[in-house]
């Protein structure tokens, strides 16, 4: 049956007003309807600026909702632990003959001397102290290294950095005591160092030294004279930063007793 539209507009009208008289004789029927678990308290125009109290309370469950290695559940700052690694010997045990392979597998063709070094700055990116570590004087390396060994130490600069102060300990950089030899820097040092090999990594611009008995102190020398590390806390930590990365297969380590230092090549 087809209505028209004049008596489909009547029909619309009546609803209209049959929907408008019922809200009129039951007003409450228009309210929404709350949970009928929860109450809806009334909240006063005073009541809807948030005060400090509650804005600090908020940070504290904010913080402590989210795990964090910098605050604790409180919102206060944490002090992460020093675990150093069971035993340096066994931890970094990467004999010559295995840094070998990956320094000439990374690196670039064996340095003859110095004047070769110098040819070879396509191949090579140059090494010197920055924010992060420290290069001593050179007398046995010149301070070069491929790309990817330099990122390397970047990062274990960095890492050391945020180990220390994560761990609430003063900042100190780490010292670089030899980078990239040649061929004429090996059979020298060979000389007065026994523990020196003529199949050295450090030919290939992959190796690096670092030394764990000495650091530098990272000091405000306008500020407040800050408390005194042992070289042995710092020593732990830098293992810690050490044993992450080779976790990682990003480098190969030595402990090296008689040289004090750990001898690092990239993988």
């Known amino acids: 049956m087809k209505i028209s539209k004049k008596t489909y507009l009547q029909v619309f009208g009546l609803i ?13 029927i228009a309210e929404p309807k709350a949970n009928s678990n929860m109450k809806t308290p009334s909240i006063s125009h005073e009541q809807q600026v948030p ?7 908020v940070t504290v469950r904010t913080v402590s909702a989210v795990k964090s290695r910098f605050f604790k559940s409180d919102g ?47 191949e090579l990116v140059y090494v010197g102290s920055n924010p992060y570590f420290h290069v001593d004087k050179l007398y046995s390396s010149i301070p070069y290294l ?12 960095r890492n ?21 030899r040649s061929k004429e820097d090996v059979k020298k040092l060979r000389g007065h ?10 030919l290939y611009g992959t190796t690096f030294d670092i030394c764990y008995n000495r650091y530098k102190t990272v000091e405000d020398p306008t500020g407040p004279k800050r408390r005194v590390v042992r070289n042995d806390t710092l020593k732990w930590v830098l293992s810690e930063v050490l044993n992450d990365l080779r976790r990682e297969k990003r480098c190969l380590v030595k402990y090296e007793v008689k040289q004090g230092c750990f001898h690092i090549t990239v993988n």
Not at 96 to 108: E, F, I, M, T, Y
Not at 167 to 173: A, D, F, T, V, Y
Request: proline share 5%.
């Open 76 to 122: 206060t700052l944490t002090k992460n632990p020093i675990y150093s690694v069971p035993h340096f010997g066994n931890t970094f045990p990467d004999q010559n003959d295995v840094q070998l392979l990956s320094a000439k597998k990374h690196g670039v063709d064996a340095v003859i001397d110095r004047a070769d070094a110098e040819r070879r700055k396509a």
């Open 51 to 57: 005060s400090k109290e509650f804005e600090a309370e």
């Open 193 to 202: 160092n026994g523990n020196a090999t003529e199949n050295s990594c450090h």
């Open 160 to 180: 050391f950095f945020d180990s220390l102060q994560i761990k609430g300990i003063p900042l100190h950089k780490i010292i670089v005591t030899s980078v990239l």
């Open 16 to 28: 209209v007003i049959f929907l408008a008289f019922i809200r009129c004789l039951f007003p409450s």
């Open 146 to 157: 491929v790309p990817k060994a330099s990122v390397l130490l970047q990062d274990i600069g």
